[in-house]
Every structure is written in C-alpha cells, then in structure tokens.
C-alpha cells in the first residue's frame, strides 16, 4: 500500500473545493479592541456535557487564548456533544465545535443523523475516543452480542456515543433488539448502579473519571468489542480502528480490545483563514496544558494531526500545518 507523505496530504486538502456558507448570520462577532490587529474576535465553541473532556478541553482552551492577547476569546457552550456540536457548527450558530470523527463524516456528506450535508471543516484531529461498553462484574453478556433483549443506554441523544452505541449493536447482528434509553454519563452511571439498565455505552479517554468513580461503588467489567472495528469500518468508513483499554484502567487485569473513534477540533468554513490559524497555532504552542485529565497522554501532534479523513481541513489550519511542515 502507498504511504503518502504529510506534505502531499497537505497539498490535497488544499486542493479539497471550497464548501459553501450559510445565508444565515455567522457566530462570530467582531469589536473593536487591543491586540495584535485591529479587531477583537469572539467566538463560540460547542463542547459537551458540563464537566466532560470536550468541555474540559474547550474551557482550556478558552483559557489558552485568552492569555495569548491575540484578540481572540472564546465562549464555550455545553451540549450534548458531537451530532448537536455539528448541527449547530453548520447552522452558524457555532464557530468552532468538537467532535468523534464519524459524525463528522456523516455531516460532511449527509449521512446518519445529518438529513444533508453540512458546511463543517476541521481544524485537527485532536484525540482518541475509546468505546467502552459497562455491565456489572457478575453480568452475563460476555459480548456485544449478549445485549439482545436487555436495558441498554446507548448514549445522550445528539452525543456521538449513541451513533457509535447503535452501530456497534448492528454489527453485532443481535438476535432481538435492546430495550433502549437515551442517557448521558453521568445518568447511565447512576441508572447502572441502581439497576435500572443492564448497560450502557461511552465514548470518551481512559480512564474516564465518572466510570472510575462507579469502580469505587459496585464491581464493573468492560465488555470487549474485538473485531467490531473493522465491520464498521467496512459498513461506515475508516473513521473506526481497533484499539485497547490498557490493563488496571478500571481494576481490570487484562487490556480489553475496543473500538477507537478520534475527536476533531472543528470549524465553520466561513471563519476567517487568519482566525483558524491562529486557532490552531495558540491550541499546538500549548499543547500540554489542553488535554483533559479525561485523556492521560493525549498530547496533540501536527503529524496525527492532519488526518481527518474525509473531512476537510480549514485554510487556516492547512496554512498553520504548512508552515510546520515547510
């Protein structure tokens, strides 16, 4: 298979046609202010549930901006993640967005939650998503398969855990549906703790703090997805790839072979080229202080960086990648 190098990716996310903008009034605001231009910019970054790492990460970043005087603040506004973020990254009503690379494909060409595409761009790839699929220690279900027929939460709806919470029960070819709810984190925790769900799915680093938490509560076990990775791969794109929950995360003695999913940084294609370069520039310059605690080891990487798939890179981040790369 032919490796291309990162200068050529460059090149042909450069050549990527422009995606055309909203007849709708853009979320940025422009005032007159001190900084190293003439304008002050403020934006709007959708994030996530109050207290998770996309939350975590866009308040970071907020933070990162502000310090650096470039004349760029950042409002970061809480969601139920991915499949809002880009609803409301493509509407105008976001500038900037997180977001797991599958819905991001789907929104670029209209697929899945997305009833037509929609105008979203990327900034970078920004971390790894592990799928983690909870039941109880002395739970039956050994695999995904086992769900059938069970209480399962397969993620908030809007969020981007329930896209991939219901992939994987489709490739998984359950013998009867699942007794489905729509529950965040922190819902799912407390549901699967008092009995009320049998399951529940989500999308996020290792360890995430809340199933963690839950360790200290009831014994927990995470069921392997082994294999599923390339049956969704097959049916949704590349977006998917095997990856493992190390050994000890949750108290458990062996890795646990999952499904990864990346997370985005993302932008409207209507915000200034200058902006989302600095954007991206401010968010690589200070790279170790934006990882959430959510993510342990999930520093940021101009060579990982560009690979978003069949999303497009911004201009602006294209040009911040190049002057990296030469």
């Known amino acids: 298979m032919t490796t291309l190098s990162r200068r050529t990716l460059l090149r042909l996310a450069a050549a990527l046609p422009a995606l055309p903008a909203l007849a709708v009034v853009p979320a940025l605001a422009v005032v007159p202010g001190c900084s190293r231009g003439s304008q002050r910019h403020r934006l709007t970054l959708a994030s996530g549930p109050v207290n998770g790492p996309y939350a975590i990460f866009g308040k970071r970043l907020a933070d990162v901006l502000e310090r650096r005087g470039d004349g760029i603040t950042l409002q970061v506004r809480t969601t139920s993640a991915s499949v809002e973020n880009l609803r409301l990254l493509g509407s105008g009503q976001a500038d900037l967005a997180m977001g797991l690379g599958d819905s991001a494909a789907d929104a670029v060409v209209g697929l899945g939650p997305f009833p037509s595409p929609q105008p979203v761009t990327a900034l970078a790839r920004v971390y790894l998503n592990y799928t983690h699929l909870v039941v109880a220690a002395g739970s039956p279900v050994r695999k995904a398969a086992d769900l059938a027929g069970r209480k399962v939460s397969l993620g908030a709806d809007g969020s981007g855990t329930a896209v991939v919470g219901e992939r994987v029960l489709n490739a998984a070819r359950l013998s009867k549906p699942v007794r489905a709810s729509r529950l965040g984190l922190d ?132 040009r911040y990648y190049r002057s990296v790369y030469g």
């Open 187 to 318: 819902e799912s925790v407390e549901a699967l703790a008092n009995g009320t769900i049998e399951a529940f799915f989500w999308s996020g680093g290792v360890p995430t703090s809340a199933i963690a938490g839950l360790t200290g509560r009831m014994p927990i076990r995470l069921v392997p997805l082994n294999g599923l990775a390339a049956e969704l791969s097959r049916a949704h794109g590349p977006t998917y790839v095997s990856v493992s929950v190390p050994a000890g995360t949750y108290g458990q003695r062996t890795e646990v072979p999952t499904v990864g999913v990346p997370s985005y940084l993302m932008a409207r294609p209507g915000l200034s080229s200058t902006v989302a370069y600095e954007v991206t520039r401010a968010m690589f310059e200070s790279r170790d202080s934006l990882p959430g605690p959510e993510s342990p080891g999930a520093h940021l990487d101009e060579r990982y960086a560009i690979g978003t798939g069949t999303v497009p890179l911004h201009p602006g981040a294209v």
